[in-house]
């Protein structure tokens, strides 16, 4: 590709996506706030950047890998004290990608404000955690004009094995919040399944290996513990019902916007309220 691209946040997700870019031989031009984050992309070939506002003023397509709504329109818009965001720079037809799991709304209006610059978005959801983000082997759900999502193949190719395409922008946010509602009231129920397990006298490990061999086989009974590692990793002391609320919630606000009942999602939100 002879496309410069640009790449903010390399947490969980975004670290591996990026890595596989840099391996790729991607001009690849990095941000985030932790410098050894930075250093590591470095050393596969990437050059880092001091800023959202240089990323949008060197690159043609920026890849944005942030953890909500909040921090996405920070990085495009900037925190309004200064023109620090993305679309200060930006020039006319540079392509803006969302891969963070964020309200279609969130997409429809960062959309809006950067067509005034007349600079693309498209939101491109993944799906895999990080296991699959090291190995390149993500799922990504894609919302956008045909022409901008097809400049922006090759990148996903890198990163993924398979790329939905599913019409107007916003949609691959409804599929990955779709998705994660799926997949988080799972998690939590085997969380609590396991405990009471435990609580009985069944071993964690033997209520796994149990229930992977009946009808209580799932992606979430071999995805919790990963999960827990995980939360344990960032010092969490709190349920996967608790960290994984901001998603679910996610899909509650869009369910009520389409008139449309979710009362297990409803329960799970006001659960990770207490």
């Known amino acids: 590709m002879d496309k410069t691209i640009g790449f903010v946040g390399l947490g969980n997700m975004g670290k591996g996506m990026a890595m596989n870019l840099a391996r790729a031989g991607v001009d690849l031009r990095v941000y985030d706030l932790q410098p050894k984050l930075l250093r590591e992309l470095e050393a596969l070939g990437a050059k880092a950047v001091g800023s959202n506002r240089e990323l949008g003023a060197t690159c043609d397509i920026v890849e944005i890998v942030v953890v909500n709504d909040r921090q996405v329109e920070q990085v495009v818009l900037g925190d309004g004290k200064a023109d620090d965001g993305i679309l200060a720079s930006a020039r006319p037809g ?28 498209i939101d491109a959801a993944v799906s895999g955690a990080e296991a699959r983000s090291l190995d390149g082997t993500l799922t990504l759900m894609v919302g956008g004009p045909d022409a901008l999502v097809e400049a922006c193949r090759p990148l996903f190719e890198i990163v993924g094995d398979r790329v939905f395409h599913l019409g107007e922008l916003g949609r691959g946010q409804v599929a990955k919040l779709c998705n994660n509602l799926m997949s988080i009231v799972n ?10 397990a ?4 069944i071993p964690e490990q033997l209520m796994i290996e149990i229930a992977s061999v009946s009808t209580g086989e799932s992606w979430a009974l071999h995805g919790f513990g990963p999960m827990r590692d995980l939360m344990g990793a960032r010092g969490a002391n709190r349920t996967i019902a608790v960290i994984a609320r901001k998603d679910v919630a996610l899909a509650v606000e869009l369910a009520r916007s389409l008139d449309t009942p979710v009362p297990i999602a ?3 939100v006001e659960l990770g309220k207490r």
């Open 198 to 201: 435990e609580r009985a006298g």
């Open 266 to 268: 409803e329960f799970v």
């Open 187 to 196: 998690l939590a129920t085997v969380e609590e399944a396991l405990a009471l």
């Open 94 to 121: 540079t392509i803006l990608v969302i891969h963070s799991t964020v309200h279609p709304d969130t997409c429809r209006r960062l959309a809006a404000a950067a067509a005034a610059k007349k600079v693309g978005v």
